[in-house]
Each structure stands twice: as structure tokens, then as C-alpha cells.
């Protein structure tokens, strides 16, 4: 019975903090969909079986927390999290359900910038997976529609999914896309990305009052609920194609594009334009793939070839 009654108030908290983010925050969807796990996962740990009361959070209940969360997630996940916990710590400190801002108490993840290596596909394992899409059935003509706007103008699994109808000006051939941050920007819509596309919505797309251009195959025709969709979907091809590289999903595509631009002899710069990130500086990561520039620098082994 207490149980219950803890996870009807978690879910209560979790409504007033999504529209705190969605409408004051301005935050799209599928990065309110990354943040409240973590909330529910630190109300449950906090408050399990008993009554909710945030008045008697403590900076050693968040500690304890990151701490308890900690053991089974990697660092970006991790990271994730902790950002999540700052926020909704935040936001009650804001709404004076706490008389602390608590979210100075949530401990820093250690991590070094470029610190990885971007994950990414051959360009001919590119055109393996775009083949593997049958584009004789409706879900080959969908699901092929979209790993190219992945592949060929670098979006990501969230702004493909808030992707709407009245965002194609097919006079101009420009497409308007929902990035980070609310930031709205307009991509040339390259000819082969907007003939797949028309090829999808006059032939496969079905009939519906969802003004999302991309909608599920079955009943109920609605748009995807989240990223996720698109990203199993880029794994579902993966293994069509009989491709398994270490890291799967739809940022994949992403880094592919990237990759084989800096190949090609694109700047970071123009790969930054490129990718739409914010600050040039994001795009350096890639300078770890170039060989070619990377052979110039290396220095020769003194100790000979063992």
C-alpha cells in the first residue's frame, strides 16, 4: 500500500517537472525523456515504501544517490543522470520544496574532453546498410527514408522524430529541423534524401491525422514516441547488413557523415557547419580518425620494427 501511494506521488512530481521543462525550459521531448529516469530512479531510492517528503532531502541523500547509481552505468549515462539530478534539484529549490538548492550537493563525473573516439561506418558500409532497406514494402520505403537523412545530412534520432510535415518546403527544397535547445535550422534538402522521402509519403505513409512525417506501420498511425524508435531501427538494419561494429544507434550515422567529410579534405570547420554544433570546437574529436594528417605528425620509433 505504501508503495503504491510512493509511486502515484513520484509520478505527480514527474508530470509538474516535465512541464516545468517542456514549457519554462523550452527543452524538447526526447531530452525530457533522458532526464526523468533519473529523477524517478532518486525519488524511488530515497523514498521507497515511505511517505514523500522533500522538505528532508539532504546533500547526503543526493551523494548517496549518485554514489547507489553509479555502479552499474557508464560514464556518459552517468552523466546524463547527474545533470538530470541538478535540474530537477533545481526546480524544487525554485518551487520552495526544498530550502536548499541542493544541486550544488550532486558530485561531478570525471571526464576528459575528446577523450573517445568518434564511432563511425565506412562509407561502403554506409550504402551496405541503405541497401539493406527492401524499398519494394512500405516499411523498407520508411525506415530507408530515414537512415538517409542520418546518413546524408547528419540529423539526430530526436529531430527526426519531432519532424513534421509543414517543415518540408519542397518549392525551396529546404528542410526546417528542431535541434538542440529549441534552436530551429534550415538543411538543403538534398535530392536524393527528398525523393526517398516523397517516395515514402506518397506510396507507404498511411493515412492518418498525425502531422508527423514519420509514423508507425501499424494501428494506432502516430508518430514515434521517442528517439529510441529511431535508433533500433538503425540496429535492426545493422543487422540486416549483416554489420556489427561496437557501437550501434542512430548517432552512428552521424559520426559516419562526419568522418567521411574529414576524409574527403572538409574542414572541422565546415564539419561543424556541417553537424550544426554550436561551437566549432565540437567537431576536433574527428581529427583523431584523420590518418593521413595523423602519420604527418607522428615521430619515427627510435627502437626499429620488433
Known amino acids: 500500500m505504501h508503495e503504491q501511494f510512493t509511486l502515484r506521488h513520484i509520478d505527480l512530481i514527474e508530470r509538474h517537472y516535465k512541464r516545468f521543462l517542456l514549457q519554462e525550459r523550452g527543452l524538447i521531448e526526447p531530452t525530457v525523456d533522458q532526464y526523468l529516469p533519473a529523477v524517478r530512479?532518486?525519488?524511488?531510492?530515497?523514498f521507497r515504501n515511505r511517505k514523500i517528503r522533500l522538505k528532508k532531502l539532504c546533500p547526503r541523500d543526493v551523494r548517496d544517490f549518485v554514489l547507489y547509481d553509479s555502479s552499474d552505468r557508464g560514464r556518459s549515462s552517468l552523466q546524463t543522470a547527474t545533470s538530470?539530478?541538478?535540474?530537477?534539484?533545481?526546480?524544487?529549490?525554485?518551487?520552495?520544496?526544498?530550502?536548499?538548492?541542493?544541486?550544488?550537493?550532486?558530485?561531478?563525473v570525471a571526464g576528459w574532453r575528446l577523450s573517445k573516439l568518434p564511432r563511425f561506418l565506412e562509407?561502403?558500409?554506409?550504402?551496405?546498410l541503405l541497401r539493406s532497406c527492401d524499398r519494394r514494402r512500405k516499411l523498407g520505403k520508411r525506415d530507408y527514408a530515414i537512415l538517409l537523412l542520418l546518413a546524408r545530412l547528419g540529423l539526430r534520432a530526436g529531430e527526426v522524430v519531432q519532424l513534421c510535415l509543414e517543415d518540408i518546403n519542397w518549392d525551396s527544397a529546404e528542410l526546417q529541423v528542431r535541434g538542440k535547445g529549441a534552436h530551429v535550422d534550415?538543411?538543403?534538402?538534398?535530392?536524393?534524401?527528398?525523393?526517398?522521402?516523397?517516395d515514402y509519403l506518397q506510396r507507404a505513409r498511411p493515412s492518418c491525422s498525425s502531422r508527423r512525417v514519420f509514423v508507425r506501420v501499424n494501428p494506432p498511425y502516430v508518430g514515434f514516441a521517442d528517439s529510441c524508435?529511431?535508433?533500433?531501427?538503425?540496429?535492426?538494419?545493422?543487422?540486416?547488413?549483416?554489420?556489427?561494429?561496437p557501437h550501434q544507434g542512430a548517432h552512428l550515422l552521424r559520426h559516419s557523415l562526419a568522418t567521411g567529410m574529414l576524409r574527403g579534405g572538409a574542414s572541422l570547420s565546415e564539419i561543424a557547419q556541417v553537424l550544426r554544433h554550436r561551437e566549432a570546437q565540437s567537431a576536433e574529436v574527428y581529427a583523431k580518425v584523420d590518418l593521413i594528417a595523423l602519420r604527418a605528425l607522428a615521430q619515427p620509433w627510435c627502437g626499429g620494427a620488433r
Open 123 to 128: 562509407t561502403a558500409h554506409v550504402a551496405r
Open 84 to 108: 538530470a539530478l541538478r535540474s530537477f534539484l533545481g526546480f524544487l529549490f525554485q518551487r520552495g520544496r526544498i530550502p536548499l538548492n541542493l544541486a550544488m550537493a550532486v558530485p561531478a
Open 41 to 46: 530512479r532518486f525519488l524511488f531510492h530515497r
Open 186 to 198: 534550415r538543411l538543403p534538402l538534398l535530392q536524393d534524401v527528398g525523393q526517398a522521402i516523397a
Open 229 to 245: 524508435a529511431v535508433s533500433s531501427m538503425v540496429r535492426r538494419g545493422l543487422a540486416r547488413a549483416r554489420l556489427q561494429p
